[in-house]
């Protein structure tokens, strides 16, 4: 899950999902609901090494995305086209939304 969010490091998405995942708690809402922990199978070579995934529900996925490093392009679209459909509720005549 880590490569759509701009991460090529499992570690550091992992700092990103685990605060989306507190989020998710103080929201009120169970974080098994949406980051299912997971596990693949990478092969390099002769050898297999089983390392860590999370599945997320389209919810996790935004608060990962509200939770991510800023300074990547994947997660500034993210936090921009979730401000865009937000915003949407609160205006009455939303362009963007067109």
């Known amino acids: 899950m880590a490569p759509p ?5 499992y570690e550091r998405f992992a700092v990103a999902a685990e605060r989306g995942r507190v989020a998710c708690e ?3 809402h169970d974080p098994e609901d949406h980051f299912r922990g997971a596990s693949k199978v990478n092969f390099s070579g002769r050898r297999s090494v ?6 997320l529900t389209r919810f996790g996925a935004y608060l ?5 490093d ?7 679209a993210a936090r921009t086209s979730s401000v865009m459909r937000f915003s949407c509720f609160d205006l009455t005549s939303c362009v963007a939304c067109e």
């Open 50 to 55: 089983e390392v860590s995934d999370v599945h």
């Open 70 to 76: 800023p300074r990547k392009l994947e997660i500034a």
């Open 5 to 9: 969010f701009g991460y090529s490091k």
């Open 26 to 28: 103080n929201a009120g």
């Open 64 to 68: 990962v995305a509200m939770n991510g």
